[in-house]
């Protein structure tokens, strides 16, 4: 089982940008998109069930970033708009059978990961 970030880049605030994550190995997994800033704690920003029809969102990206997966083509998509400065860091995606490791953030506790890819959003 392995989970394939990609999509990083630099963008200016205000601006968009997409991330996704290959999954291989199979689609019965939750999917998690997590960053982690330099100094900072690795923070969940959004999440998806196995089947796509639940998903999760941190306060701090809510209303501005999108969580979708494709399970034709094994792939989960974080939309990201109206990027701020504060979205700057390295995004990981993260793969647990179980959705509320995920959504609550147990880090340590999560199946899967990914390797990230860096989301720099300039001022």
């Known amino acids: 089982f392995q989970l394939q970030a990609s999509g990083g880049g630099l ?12 999954v291989s190995g199979g689609n019965f997994y939750a999917i ?3 960053r982690q800033a330099p100094g900072k ?10 089947g796509g029809g639940t998903t999760y969102y941190a306060d701090s ?8 997966r494709d399970n034709a083509k094994n792939t989960v998509f974080l939309q990201m708009n109206s990027l ?13 059978r179980d959705f509320d490791p995920l ?3 147990l880090v340590y506790g999560i199946d899967y990961w990914g ?7 300039s001022s």
């Open 11 to 22: 963008v200016q605030t205000g601006g968009s940008l997409e991330v996704s994550c290959v």
């Open 103 to 105: 959504v609550h953030g």
């Open 61 to 68: 990206v809510k209303g501005r970033f999108t969580i979708r």
């Open 84 to 96: 701020k400065p504060e979205d700057t860091a390295v995004y990981y995606c993260a793969a647990d």
């Open 41 to 50: 704690d690795r923070e969940v920003v959004s999440c998806v069930s196995s």
């Open 32 to 34: 998690g998109w997590f």
């Open 115 to 121: 390797q990230g890819t860096q989301v720099t959003v």
